[in-house]
């Protein structure tokens, strides 16, 4: 059973702002949980049902994450999701860090991406292709919004997205010219 306490947690982590200032996100979902479990992500806690932990108890012992069995109707109210019929995680962000590139390595740039959706979809493509790194204007949508990590279908865990400033995004990439940043703007206004 989810505590009210936790209830709450997961409620004001739905709000960017609470999950900047704690540092933290939820992530819903059977796949999504599972590939954040797979991750190097710092999984604070999951909430599962009796179906996904008996599924996926290696997993959850392996990462040594604290677990509450819940039902379906307690995932569905805790989190943002209409229906969830597996589990919900908490997990620590990662740093906002400059990507390093090696030599024949791509990255995304994406500018003035406003809609979580488009963001999530973007991703999931990126991972699709096999590219690691995107690197994203300040207006971009936020990463940790639940709408743009059920869209990216778990490939949030393996495609690092980097928030920065332009024009002067890519001077965090020393020795990089254009030629090596596939760069993608979409106006969705």
Not at 18 to 30: D, L, M, S
Request: aromatic residues 10%; proline residues 2%.
């Amino acid at each position: 059973m989810i505590s009210k306490a936790k209830v709450k947690h997961l409620k004001a982590l739905q709000v960017k702002k609470y999950r900047k200032e704690q540092q933290c996100f939820v992530v819903e979902g059977t796949k999504s949980v599972v590939e954040l479990l797979q991750s190097d992500f710092d999984v604070l806690w999951v909430a599962a049902t009796e179906w996904f932990i008996t599924t996926h108890q290696n997993l959850l012992n392996h990462r040594k994450v604290e677990f509450v069995v819940a039902t379906a109707s307690e995932l569905q109210t805790a989190g943002s999701f209409q229906t969830n019929e597996g589990a919900l995680a908490v997990a620590r962000m990662k740093g906002n860090i400059a990507p390093r590139l090696g030599q024949q390595e791509l990255a995304l740039a994406l500018d003035d991406i406003r809609d979580p959706g488009n963001l999530g979809t973007i991703i999931r493509t990126a991972d699709w292709y096999g590219i690691k790194h995107i690197i994203a204007s300040d207006e971009t949508a936020d990463l940790y919004n639940a709408k743009v990590l059920s869209s990216t279908m778990g490939s949030f865990c393996r495609v690092h997205v980097f928030y920065t400033t332009w024009p002067h995004s890519f001077r965090v990439i020393p020795g990089r010219c254009w030629a090596h940043v596939w760069m993608a703007t979409m106006y969705t206004r």
